[in-house]
């Protein structure tokens, strides 16, 4: 069964370091996404990612997060210089239909710890 | 108002039990209403996915949305131990585009 995929599953980073945590959407998927979920909270939409660009993005996506798709099956999301508080897991998702349709499959997510 | 209420539990049930598990919102807009499944330190699973009123079965699940009343339930059949996990309701649709908007999620434990 097609699936997203996600790596690394954990990353360990000092403050001040950039990121890059990389997903796989599933192949005929054309809406990509990332979610994040701090420990004990609830999952939170950052970026929504459409035909190589953003279609949407929470006020939590501000100017040190970025989102490429580099090749044709690669999409990342790179944090420019890490805080304390971007510890968190983070779920890269997508969908097929563009009609509004949001029958999202998520990844395993990546564990990322800021120290 | 939270634009989506979920009672974070935890429940704990014994198995064969029959689970309800629900979640209520402010956005008249949201048409897409979805169950997620996750497990400890995982991504969430899509359980069941449904759109605008009605309800939805899939084996020992039943989704039910009441948009009159802003509500949507999640039916679990003849529970099992396997089904302990935190269930996280989710919705999307209106001007809010094609990003979900997540419950805080239930914890349920099925207990033998």
């Known amino acids: 069964e097609p699936e997203v995929t996600q790596t690394p599953s954990h990353q360990v980073t000092q403050m001040g370091q950039e990121v890059i945590l990389r997903c796989v959407p599933i192949?005929?998927?054309?809406?990509f996404y990332w979610y994040r979920q701090i420990l004990g909270q609830k999952v939170e939409f950052l970026v929504s990612?459409?035909?190589?660009?953003?279609?949407?993005k929470s006020e939590i996506f501000d100017d040190q997060f970025s989102v490429e798709r580099p090749d044709g099956s690669n999409f990342t999301l790179k944090i420019r210089s890490t805080k304390l508080e971007d510890s968190a897991m983070y779920f890269c998702?997508?969908?097929?239909?563009?009609?509004?349709?949001?029958?999202?499959?998520f990844g395993q997510g990546t564990r990322l710890t800021v120290v | 108002q939270k634009e989506v209420e979920q009672d974070p539990g935890p429940l704990s049930v014994p198995e064969g039990a029959i689970v309800s598990l629900n979640c209520t919102y402010s956005?008249?807009?949201?048409?897409?209403f979805m169950w997620y499944r996750q497990y400890s330190r995982k991504g969430p699973e899509l359980l069941m996915y449904?759109?605008?009123?009605g309800n939805k079965e899939d084996g020992r699940f039943t989704a039910q949305v009441d948009k009159s009343s802003k509500y949507i339930s999640l039916f679990i059949r003849d529970s099992q131990p396997s089904d302990s996990a935190t269930y996280l309701c989710?919705?999307?649709?209106?001007?809010?585009?094609?990003?979900?908007?997540f419950g805080t999620g239930t914890q349920l434990k099925v207990e033998l």
């Open positions: 956005n008249s807009a949201f048409q897409y």
């Open positions: 192949s005929n998927h054309l809406y």
């Open positions: 449904t759109y605008s009123s």
């Open positions: 998702a997508s969908s097929e239909d563009l009609s509004g349709n949001t029958e999202a499959f």
């Open positions: 990612f459409y035909n190589n660009e953003i279609s949407e």
């Open positions: 989710a919705m999307s649709g209106g001007g809010g585009g094609n990003k979900l908007t």
